[in-house]
């Protein structure tokens, strides 16, 4: 990538983006199936479980505007990063407010920067998007996503093994989840997410190198809620994640979780299927 191509990606820091969407009751009831939860019928007025506003605000592109690896095509909102893999990497959140099942939610969104990195794997480009969802009541949820853009590997070229990390603490919460190809498919189709590497088979072997789908970032994120909804003392209300390293399907997925000893904070994670550490999070609970 050259540095013209750079500079002209500063050029989208500062850019805007607004939306409205409505959190519905089949919305709700849905990701509650996706999540194997055996939960009531939910009603308007429900408070909506810390986390789940992931299913708001999908990208809706038409057809024609879809790229090659199924997300939309770049330039719009997000810049047009020249590399051809994108995945998610990580995000900060704090819950401001409650949101509620029938809420009309407002989304207010800004590319807050562009960072070019170089990496073991090569070129790398990181975008952060800051995004306030706000009701009627007031902001809700503040979130900070991070989005890395990477070229493709040197197929020539001889890949060292992964150094896996080791897991941050000792799990004093844990559950296991085998993701299988229809869970994801579900959750991207709750989220009206494209990506081909989580139900392509040939085009994520083929194309992008993987031993089979992906497990979508954002649902192993929300699978980690759900662990402190599960077991923490109070609903989080600060949230910090990082995705370092992939998770497939049909290979167990351990969600574990270590709790400070004042209870006001915990200490979150993923492990894959051989103990290698796939995001680390931290939590803070509502006094």
């Given at each position: 990538m050259q540095q013209a191509d750079l500079a002209r990606l500063s050029e989208w820091i500062g850019q805007r983006e607004s939306d409205i969407d409505t959190?519905?009751?089949?919305s709700v009831l849905r990701l509650a199936a996706t999540l194997d939860r055996d939960d009531p019928r939910p009603r308007n007025g429900d408070p909506l479980p810390i986390g789940w506003h992931s299913i708001l605000f999908p990208r809706v592109v038409r057809q024609s505007q879809i790229g090659p690896d199924g997300h939309p095509e770049r330039g719009d909102f997000l810049p047009p990063v020249p590399l051809p893999r994108r995945m998610f990497a990580g995000k900060r959140i704090r819950f401001e407010g409650e949101l509620r099942v029938g809420d009309e939610v407002r989304r207010e969104s800004v590319i807050q920067s562009v960072t070019p990195k170089q990496g073991k794997s090569g070129q790398m480009v990181f975008v952060t998007v800051r995004t306030e969802m706000s009701t009627g009541r007031g902001v809700a949820v503040v979130e900070e996503q991070d989005i890395v853009y990477r070229?493709?590997?040197d197929p020539n070229a001889p890949k060292p093994p992964a150094a896996a990390q080791a897991a941050p603490g000792t799990p004093v919460w844990r559950k296991v989840v085998t993701p299988d190809p229809v869970m994801l498919f579900r959750y991207s189709a709750l989220t009206f997410n494209g990506h081909r590497i989580h139900y392509d088979h040939p085009y994520v072997t083929?194309?992008?190198?993987?031993p089979t789908l992906v497990m979508n970032g954002g649902l192993t994120t929300l699978l980690v809620f759900e662990l402190a909804r599960a077991f923490g003392p109070a609903p989080v209300r600060e949230f910090s994640s990082r995705n370092v390293r992939p998770l497939f399907v049909n290979r167990a997925i351990s969600l574990c979780g270590e709790p400070a000893a004042d209870g006001r904070s915990a200490r979150l994670w993923?492990?894959?299927?051989?103990?290698?550490?796939?995001?680390?999070?931290t939590a803070q609970f509502a006094q």
């Open positions: 959190i519905t009751i089949p070229e493709e590997p083929g194309t992008e190198g993987y993923a492990e894959d299927d051989t103990g290698a550490l796939a995001l680390s999070a």
